[in-house]
């Protein structure tokens, strides 16, 4: 008989209905500004709690070095788009913990992780702006995850000025037909067919 142990990745109470819409954003005529990557929310409050959220996955830092926030944008057909986004299963913190339960449990113990995954979709439309930015963002480019708030019924929406962004590479930019059948996002969706 194997012995488990378990680890919890950071999680909060997810609320589909606070996360809007997505918004992307780049300059064309000064490549060297990061582009941007809005994450539009009903609240203020809730925009705080999601991007605290992000940065207890990268440790506390604003810059994501390491890539232990998971971004992947899936094109799911013409008309729509998912976003997911959770703590990489290679953070630091999680592989310590799996080799120290070797360590004390020895070859045979079973680690589980437990961690949330978000996901949420979005209309890829004519006028959907993740068209343009997929045309200009390379994999090793940072962008800047911004939070915003707003309502997107109206199309009214602001920068939360008192959210510090999070800096981030390797984004995932992707359709559904090609993504590793093993991945997170491929798992995930199977699960909903």
Not at 7 to 19: G, L, T, V
Not at 23 to 31: A, E, R, V
């Amino acid at each position: 008989m194997k012995n488990s142990t378990m680890f919890i990745q950071p999680i909060f109470e997810y609320k589909p209905e606070e996360w809007q819409a997505m918004i992307y954003s780049f300059n064309p005529q000064n490549p060297s500004d990061k582009p941007l990557v809005g994450f539009m929310f009903q609240s203020e409050e809730y925009a705080t709690e999601f991007f605290d959220l992000l940065r207890a996955y990268n440790n506390g830092e604003s810059i994501d070095k390491d890539n232990n926030i998971r971004l992947s944008i899936i094109i799911e057909d013409p008309e729509n788009y998912s976003v997911y986004i959770y703590p990489s299963e290679d953070r630091k913190s999680v592989t310590e913990f799996i080799e120290s339960s070797v360590e004390e449990l020895g070859e045979n113990v079973q680690p589980l992780i437990m961690q949330l995954t978000m996901c949420k979709w979005f209309p890829y439309g004519e006028n959907s702006t993740l068209k343009a930015f997929r045309e200009v963002y390379k994999s090793d480019m940072e962008v800047e995850l911004t939070a915003f708030t707003g309502n997107r019924n109206t199309g009214h929406f602001e920068k939360v000025d008192t959210i510090e962004p999070i800096i981030k590479t390797d984004i995932l930019i992707t359709n559904r037909k090609l993504l590793d059948k093993n991945s997170m996002e491929a798992q995930h969706f199977k699960n909903f067919k």
